[in-house]
């Protein structure tokens, strides 16, 4: 069994606070490997950047100070383009996501393979992938290259190299 982990793709990182030619660029992809799932009926787990209305007043917000993904705002949800029908979605308030991690570990005992798409490949993409790697080292974690966007795209290969380096598979493209 495979599964697709699709990061944080919300309208405020696609066309929002955050968005960018990039992230729009990799809609189409993220879109194909959801149906693709779909159709071999493995499953597909969102993950959504979720922040309350004290944003800046944490330490990512100080650190970013841009209002994103604000639970209940239009920015907050996933694009209206993607498919979550049968989806389970995953809030995370943070970049990488323990829940996301023992959720798959408690509920897939027979997983076979991770891939993960979305956004941002050198923050949520990366961070997430690697907590996936260390709480599942025998199960083998992917990403695909060309279904994820970084902040810029020399930060994107940046991190796909790093993940690289920690024996998680790079794809660039497998539909």
């Not at 974690?141 to 598979?169: E, F, R, W």
Request: glycine share 6%; with cysteine; hydrophobic share 40%.
């Amino acid at each position: 069994m495979k599964i697709l982990i699709v990061v944080d793709m919300q309208k405020d990182f696609i066309y929002g606070a955050l968005g960018s030619k990039e992230a729009q660029a990799i809609l189409p992809a993220v879109k194909a490997k959801i149906a693709k799932y779909h159709k071999e009926n493995n499953p597909v787990i969102f993950t959504r950047d979720t922040h309350n209305a004290a944003y800046l007043n944490t330490q990512e917000g100080k650190l970013l100070p841009v209002e994103h993904c604000i639970k209940g705002s239009e920015g907050w949800h996933i694009s209206a383009e993607l498919d979550t029908a049968g989806s389970i979605i995953i809030d995370k308030p943070s970049f990488g996501s323990l829940e996301l991690a023992e959720y798959i570990k408690n509920t897939y005992p027979q997983i076979e393979e991770i891939e993960l798409v979305g956004l941002c490949t050198d923050i949520c993409v990366l961070s997430n992938a690697v907590i996936l790697k260390a709480a599942l080292p025998e199960v083998k974690v992917s990403v695909d290259g060309l279904a994820c966007a970084g902040v810029t795209p020399q930060s994107h290969q940046n991190a796909l190299y790093a993940m690289k380096m920690c024996q998680i598979n790079i794809k660039q493209g497998d539909l």
